[in-house]
């Protein structure tokens, strides 16, 4: 009876301690919220970040950035929200501290977000971006519909679970350019593994949609961030890629092998990297096809 009490002790001793682990906040450094945004460099963040591609219905029509197509996972199908500036639908009424948190801690007024929003990814985007995304958010045309309701089956629907997701896999951060490489190299890797969040859906997941870092744009055969090629040094030559074939398809759509990219990758390019400068689309290259 004794040994008994002592092994229930001990399991509840444990058990408490993996509660405050798994359930402890997870937030990276501090942003600066007095800074003042703009909202024409936050439109090109618009552009930038792949808020169009994800949160723009247009087969539906349903309105710029008003909600988007759902994203079918293992999970369930996210439905990207409408992040316009109507009070009720959007999300006008949010904080810059509230949006910022949302960015850089996947922690949303709602509770914590999924990450099938990349705040793994925006969490390295700068105070000032910050700033400047919600300011130009805010100027949008505001949109009174909802987006549809995402469906998200049992128990990962409870948003509670995801305090724990993130104390396994999350760790916020600021992006810190490399000293050794070039400016450009530097750009190129903070746009794919920042605003732009190619790492995002080019590299695999594992059983619970954390992404595999040690295989890194490697391709992903599908689940959280669907199918996507490798884009890796090695899969780019393959395809007969060289740093300025692969800043004109980032423009045009158009690969070496005379193909047109179609499906996301034509919804990313349309609204996104062909309304970049051309100096991220050489940057992006740059460090994609870097050795």
């Known amino acids: 009876m004794r040994r008994g009490l002592w092994v229930l002790g001990i399991l509840a001793v444990v058990g408490i301690g993996a509660a405050v682990y798994l359930l402890k906040p997870v937030n ?17 963040l618009i552009r930038l970040a792949g808020c169009v591609a994800c949160h723009t219905n247009n087969a539906a029509g349903t309105g710029f950035l008003a909600g988007g197509f759902g994203l079918e996972t293992q999970f369930g199908t996210f439905v990207p929200p409408n992040i316009t500036s109507d009070p009720d639908a959007g999300i006008g009424a949010w904080t810059l501290a509230e949006f910022s948190d949302a960015m850089s801690n996947g922690m949303g007024p709602q509770g914590h977000l999924y990450p099938a ?6 969490t390295l985007m700068s105070d000032q971006e910050i700033a400047d995304l919600y300011a130009a958010l805010l100027a949008t045309e505001p949109v009174s519909t909802p987006a549809a309701e995402s469906q998200i089956t049992f128990p990962f629907n409870i948003r509670l679970l995801m305090a724990g997701w993130k104390n396994l896999f999350f ?34 997941r594992n059983l619970l949609g954390a992404l595999d870092w040690n295989a890194a744009l490697t391709g992903s055969p599908g689940g959280t961030g669907g199918r996507a090629p490798a884009i890796t040094r090695k899969a780019l030559l393959d395809e007969g890629y060289d740093a300025a074939t692969l800043a004109q398809t980032l423009l045009d759509g158009f690969t070496p092998g005379f193909d047109v990219l179609g499906g996301a990758m034509g919804e990313v390019i349309k609204d996104g990297t062909s309304q970049w400068t051309e100096a991220d689309r050489a940057a992006i290259a740059e460090y994609l096809l870097a050795e």
């Open 28 to 44: 990276g450094p501090a942003r600066d919220l007095t800074l003042v945004g703009d909202v024409e460099r936050g439109n090109y």
């Open 117 to 122: 929003f990349p705040y793994e990814n925006y």
């Open 171 to 204: 760790a916020p951060a600021r992006f810190e350019p490399d000293p050794d490489r070039s400016e450009t190299y530097n750009r190129g890797k903070y746009l794919a593994y920042g605003p732009a969040h190619c790492v995002a859906c080019h590299t695999p």
